[in-house]
Structures are given as C-alpha cells and as structure tokens.
C-alpha cells in the first residue's frame, strides 16, 4: 500500500513537470516569435528610418541652435520674442488666469444648435466629454438669468454626472444690463439674436481632448485654409495677404496645444495628462507655426490695449459687488500695468495695413473670409469643441473689429466703438488661451524638442521601446 502511494506521487509529480514544461515551451515560443517580429522590423524599420533621418537632419539643420530659433522681433509685430515670454510669464499669464475666473468672465453666450451651412452635420465624437448639458439655473449670477425660465431638476445632469461636461443651457432674451446690443460685422453669428442662445460655464467646461477626429474634424480645417485663407507664397510681400493666414495658422496651434496639455491618456481609467509627441507632431516640428501663435497672441493683445478706454469704463456687473470690484482690479492691472506699457507699448501696428489703393477691398475680402470661417464653426460635430471654436473665433473677430472698424487711437474714435458684453467676455479669454499656449511653448518646448527628436534620430530606441512592451505583455500572460 505504501509502495503503491509512493508510486503514485511520483507519477503526479512528473504529471506537473510534463505540464509546466509545455507551459514554458508555450512561453517561450510566443517570445522567440516576438524576438523574429521585433528583430523583422528593426531591420525593416532600419530602412526607413534611413530615409527618414536624411530628413530630420535637413530639418534640423535649419534649427540647430535651439537657444536662437525664436529670437529678435515677433515677424510684422513690435516686440520680440524674449520680451513677449517675458512680460507674459510675469505679468500676462498671472493676470489673465484670475481674470478668466471671475463671473463676469466664466459665463459666454452661444448658439450650439446651429445646423451647417455647407453640408450635412455627420461628425461624430468617440467620448462622452464632447458634449454638455444643462447645469442648475442659481449658478448664475443674478443679471444674467432669464426669470421665467426654470431649468427641468431631471435634466440637470448628464454624461453620467461628469462634472467637467456639464453646463448651463438657460435661454435668455433680455438684453444685458448696462451692454448695448450691436452686430460683429466680421462674424457670421447675429449676435443681436437671444434666440436659441444658451449660456456656458466655460470653467466645467475646459478646452481639451474630446476624441473628435477623423474625416469630420479634417474636413473643417481643410476648408478654412484652403477656402478661406490660402497660405501665402514666399515670395509674397503684401503684409494684408499674409494676416488672416497667420492669425488662423496662430490660433489652430493654439488649439493644438491645449488638447495636447490636458490629455487623455488611458481612457480605461480616466486617466489625464499631457501628450509631448503629439504637441510635438501638431505644432512644436514646425517653427512657422510657433511664430505665427506668438504673431497672434500680440495682434489679439494689441486690440486689448487699443480699447483700453473702452474697457476700462464698461460696467462688469454681476450683482456680486465684492466679485466686481475685483473684476474691475484685475482689468486695470491688465490695461495699465507698467511693466507691460514700458517693455511693449505697441504689440502690433495696424496702421500699415490697408495703405495701398487696394487697402479697401483688400479689408472687404478678409472681412467675407473670416465670416466664411466663423460660419464653419457650426459645422463642428463635436458640440464642446463648437463652443471653444465659436468663442475664440468671435474673441478673434472683435480683436478684428478693434483695430480695423474704428479709425485712429484718440478718443473721439474710441467714442465711435460698440462692443458686446459677449465681445468681451470672448476677446479675454482668448488672450488667455493664448498667453498659456505661449507660455507652455516657452517652458515645454525646447525640452520636448530635444526629446523627440533624439527619438527620431534613434529609431532602435523606438524598437527597443516596443519590445519591452510586448515582453511586459507576455510576462502578464505567463
């Protein structure tokens, strides 16, 4: 009986080696495959990152000294680059982030159910964050409701109570208390028109990845540039042709950078952070790009100052008198603050533009191109990245308004300006989402530059980088 049950121990015991044995040739074998496809394609991926290095070197080539890439003056414009991060890391950026938070600022008004005007609204968005929804009516600030309309206690919340999409829906048809309502002749929204409007609390509701690409997302962006405003030859020397082109170029890297800051990292646990290569890939690669965000965040930052008087005496009321005055502060510091009148008085000089004999249509024709894009921003499938598109070209239009619908800088001119509380609230916090795209270029920049491009010009790095991701993959099998 002993014998008999020693005899049988033995066999399971060679039974578990057997198995465990053809566990690891298992094992084994997926790795020795994983080591032929990884070795497959160094060799392969050898070949074309040839091909690709003789690239990045001319690229690269041409900027080699990252300490003199963005130096001197900010082309067309009257600061340079120093200057501008300079004044922005110090002055602008601090200010602008506190300004933008208070509640005269936190709240635009838009129209987010506009169909498209040029074809059939089929853009889709792969997560719930692009889109919002309704938000309880006592959020708001007392001038700004509409008293007889009550938001439905069932529809407070959507998106599954995510709190970065919700948002305010409320209708309003009331004028503004202490604002005149006038058209933005360079926009194609009537902003006169209460119908349909909602309002937006832009902090739950921040400009970040959304998930909206592909075919729809493309296809925006495609007929902006090559509908509305071409990019212009090298050779071009008409300073008029190349504005639109620069401020629309300036703004999309804007964009770029802000999806690329707050993004979504690992969907399965809602995980955040920022992407480099893909601040890299969209904008910090191409230098054009850079300058013509530093271009636009000096033209935008010029029509701010231009309207100092203007926005120095509006009336920032939202029945909160304590947040008030400190809207009212922070204003005054931004349009009077020493540091920045000393090292850039004039950002930008809209008074060489528009000079020729041209000068007049040349301004008509920009006028009815950026209309034409203002209009495309209905055509956005994505409903939150609609509302950022809308409020900043709308920000950009009434920078537009500033500088060329009202001759000269005295007061009488000024007199003749009309700007709407949405104007405004939009004309700031684009400035803001300028100057931080200013600042993270300057911070970020040349560390991610480095890091990419080191990248590219390893590409076994690359290899060895997916490899050890197939390997940790197998270990999680095994």
Known sequence: MAKDKKRNDQISKEKKKKGLGRGLWSVWAVIVVLFATAAVTTRTGSKIALFANNQTSCHCSSSSQDSVKYTGMVEDCCCDYETVDSVNGEVLHPLLQQLVTTPFFRYF???????????????????????VCECPENEFPEPFKKPFHIVPSDDLMCQEGKPEATVDRT?????????????????????????????????LNPERYTGYTGPSARRIWDAVYTENCPKYSSGEICQEKKVLYKLISGLHSSISIHIAADYLLDESTNLWGKNPELMYDRVLRYQDRVRNLYFTFLFVLRAVTKATDYLEQAEYDTGNHEDDLKTVSLMKQLLYNPKLQAACPLPFDEAKLWQGQSGPELKQQIQEQFRNISALMDCVGCEK??????????????????????????????????LQRNEVIALVNLLNRLSESVKIVHEMGPSIEKIMEKKISDPSALEFSKWRRMWKSVLALW
């Not at 008004?109 to 889109?131: E, I, N, T, V, Y």
């Not at 209460?194 to 609390?201: A, C, D, K, L």
């Not at 409020?391 to 000024?414: D, M, P, R, W, Y």
């Open 385 to 418: 990245c609609r509302l950022w598109g809308k409020l900043q070209v709308l920000g950009l239009g009434t920078a537009l308004k500033i500088l060329f619908s009202v001759e000269g800088q005295n007061h009488a001119a000024q007199s003749q300006l009309q």
């Open 109 to 131: 008004k838009a129209k987010l159910w506009c169909d498209c005007p040029f074809w059939p609204d089929d853009g889709m968005c792969r997560l719930r964050d692009c889109s």
């Open 171 to 203: 209708l309003d048809k009331r004028a503004f208390r202490g604002w005149i309502e006038t058209d933005n002749p360079w926009t194609n929204d009537d902003e006169t028109d209460n119908g349909e409007m909602t309002y937006v609390n832009l902090l």
